[in-house]
C-alpha cells in the first residue's frame, strides 16, 4: 500500500524583539548590552531570549512555573505538570524543540494528541512554530502564543504584566471567548 501526505496545522510566529538599547536589526545577534544590576540582562538579544525560554528562574515571568532539563532528551514540566514533554532539540541561544503534551489534574496520560513546539533564535528574531494544532484549538493556540510572545517582550524590557491582564486584547484579536474556556 502506498503512503500518503496528511495535510498539517500547525501556528507560526515570528517576532522581533526591541531591545533596551533598541536593536531591531539581524545583526544585533553579536550586540552585548551590560548586565543590570539584578541580574537580568546581560549578553547579546539571543542570549537574553534564550534565558526566558529555559530557565527555570524565568519561566514564571512568561509561561508559569516549570523546567526544561538542558539537554536533548531532557524532561520538560511547565505549569505545575499541565504541560510535559521531553527536549528534541537543544542548542543555546540557536534553537529549542520539544514535545508538547496537556495533561489534566491526575492524569497519567494525555487526551490530547502529542505536538511538537520549536523556538528559532535569529538575532533579535524568534520564530515560533507549534504543530499540529487541531483546527479547533487553533484560535486559542494563537491568542495564547502571542500572550506569550508579548510577555517575553515585556521581560526583556524589564516589565512583567501578569498575563490576565494581557490575554483579553488578545482574545479580541484571535475571536476567542475567554468566558468560554475551561478552567
Known sequence: M???VLAESAVRFVRIFDTPSGLRSEDAATATSPASPDGRGGGGPAIRIWQFL????RLPEWYGEGSIEPREGGAVSLMGGHIRGVVTGWRPNEFLGYTWNVFSPGDTISRFPVSYLEFTIEGTRLILVHRP???AMQNRTMMGWHTMLDLIAAGLEGEFPK???VFPTNAALYGVDLGSLKR
Open 163 to 165: 498575563r490576565s491582564d
Open 2 to 4: 502506498k503512503g500518503e
Open 54 to 57: 529555559t530557565e527555570s528562574a
Open 133 to 135: 494544532i487541531p483546527a
